[in-house]
C-alpha cells in the first residue's frame, strides 16, 4: 500500500525524468535522495547519484548505507564546479517561495538585522542560475508560499533562473508553465483538493480547468522504495 | 628548519582588526584548537572568511568577529548555528553574504594574485542587493555576458586542520574531501597549520595526490591532536555529535570547553 510520501517521492522522482547522464542531486533529507535514487534505479538509468558526502556511487544504496562501488569522487571544490558546468539537476529546499519561483533560505525579515537568521544563501544564486533546479517543499503553508520572499536566494523565473523544473509538496506538483512564467497547479495528491491548496497558497495560483491527481507509485517503484528506505524515514518528513 | 609552534602563540601573533580565514566547511575539519586560542587571547574586530561552522559560531560568541564573510554557517547534522543567529539577530556583527561558488572564486583570485574573477554565480540574486559594493564587468568578446566580478578573498591569516604536517611545514590531508584548504593557505599572507600528527614522511601516511599545501604557504606547524573537534577529522575521527549538542544547546557563558 502506498502512502503520502510515497507519492511525493515518485513526483520528485518524476523531476528527473529525461536528464539523461547528469548528477540528481538531492539536498538533504529522505524525500529528495529518495527520489534521485528511484529514478536512477527505473525510468532514467543513466543518472548520476552521490552518497550525500563526495562519492559518485556505483551502484544505488539504500538510505545510510555505504555503497559497494564507487564511480567517482565529488569534493565540495568538484561540486562547486559541476554547478557552473551544468551538468547537474539539483532539488532544492525553501524557507519561503513566491509566485515566480524566487526562494529564501537566507533569513526571515529584514536582512540588515533579521528576526530569524537561517541558513545563509549557500549555493542556491548559482544553482538556480546555472543548472535546472526543482524544489521540495515538505509543508505547503502561506508562510512558506508567500507575495513576497525576503531575500532572493535562488532565482525564479522573472530574475533570470536557468529552469524551474517543479516545485513538489506534501499537497501538490506545481510548475512555471504559465505564459508570464509564475506558478500554476500541475496535478494534486491523492486526497487532496484543490481548494486545499489554493488555501495553502499565498498568492494566485494559475488553476486550469482540470486538474489530474498526481499519480500513484508502481509496484514496482514501490519494491524499490521499500529496499531503499526500509525504515521508512520519508513518512517522518512529510507533513499530514 | 623547524616551523613547530603552539596555538598560543599562532593566536599571539593575529592582531586586532585582522582579517582571518578558516578553512574547513560547516563543521568539518574546523582548526578549533587555533580557534579556541584566539578566543583567550584579547584579539577583537576580526573579519571572518568561513564556510562557516562553529568557528564562526565560537568567534561570534566571543565577541571577537566584527564582520562575517560566508555562504552559509551551519553545524550540518544541527543546520542553524545558534550563536551566528543570535549575533546576527542582535545586530551586533557585519555580514558579508555571498554564494558558495561566488566564495570559491573570491578564495581563487586571491590565490591567483588576482583582483577579482568573474562567475554567474549571484546574478539576479539578493547577493547583489546586499552587497552593493559588488560590481559586475561585461565579456570583452563577442558573447558580451554580463558577469559578477568576485574580489579576491585575500586575508592576513589563514587557520587550517590538517590530518599530517611535517616540521618544514608541508601538509597533508587523509579524509575524502581537502575542502578549500589549499586556496585558504595561498589566498592568506601567513598561514598556519594545526594538524593531528608531525611526521617524519608524509608518503608513508598517504598518496602523492594527499599533499594539499606546500611549506612555501605556511608560517607555522601547531601539532594537535584532536584539534578538529568536535567537528569531524575524517579518518583520524567522525564528529562528536553529542558535544556538538551540548554546544548547540548551552548558553556561552555555560559553555565549558571554550
Redesign the interface.
Known sequence: MSGRADVCVVACAEAFRGDGEILAAGIGGAVTVLAARLARLTFEPGLLTHDGACLLTGDVPALGEAPEVVEGWLPFREHLWLVLNGRRHVMLGASQIDRYGNTNISCIGDWARPKAQLLGVRGAPGNTRCDPTSYWIPRHSPRVFVPEVDMVSGLGTDRGAFELRRVVTNLAVLDFGAPDGSMRLVSVHPGVSVDEVVAATGFDLGIPPNVPRTREPSDEELLVLDRLDPARSRDREVAA | MTKVMTAEEVAASVESGMTVGIGG?GSRRKPMALVRAVLRSPVRDLTLVS??GPDVGMLCAAGKARRVV?????LDSI??EPH??RA????AIEFT??????F?FGLLAAAHRLPFLP?????????M??NPGLRTVRSPYADGEELVAVPALTMDVALVHMNRADVRGNAQYLG?????DDLYAKAAARCYVSCERVVDDLLEEGPLQSLLISRSMVTGVVEAPGGAGFTSCEPDYGRDEALQRRYAESPWEEWDER
Open positions: 566547511w564556510y562557516g560566508a555562504p552559509f554557517v551551519t543546520p542553524l551566528f543567529r546576527r539577530q542582535a545586530g553574504e555571498y554564494d558558495e561558488g561566488m570559491m562567475t554567474r554565480a549571484g546574478l539576479g540574486s539578493d547577493v542587493r546586499v575524502p574531501d581537502p575542502y578549500l
